[in-house]
Structure formats: C-alpha cells, structure tokens
C-alpha cells in the first residue's frame, strides 16, 4: 500500500506537470497572437493589430501577476 506521503507527492508531481502544459500552451498563444499582429500590420489593419497587441500586453501581465503570486 503507498504510504499518504507518496501520494503526496505524486499529487505534487501531477500538478507540476499540469502548470508546465498550461505555461507552454500560454506560450504558443502568445506566440500565434504576435504572428497575427504582425500578419495585421503587413496587410495594412494597423487599427485591429492595436487592438490585438492591448490585450495581449494585458494577459502578458496577469500571467506575470499570476506566477508572482505566492501560493
């Protein structure tokens, strides 16, 4: 039988995993939202490409606000 401190940490480990998918699925849509502001901007909409880098400079810091906040 596992002891509750295995499961602990396997709990842990689970969890560690599950924020290191999150962080690299926030990076890839960072990254596709800049290849469309950039798309934007080269096809003459500078006006939505704006609007596009606003927000994402927002959800750039929340995420920042979000990993220095203590657990």
Known sequence: MDSPTCNADDRQREL???IERYREATASALGQLEW???YFLKIGKPEIASVLNRNRKRIVERVRDLELRPD
């Open 16 to 18: 560690e995993l599950e």
């Open 36 to 38: 469309i502001i950039s």
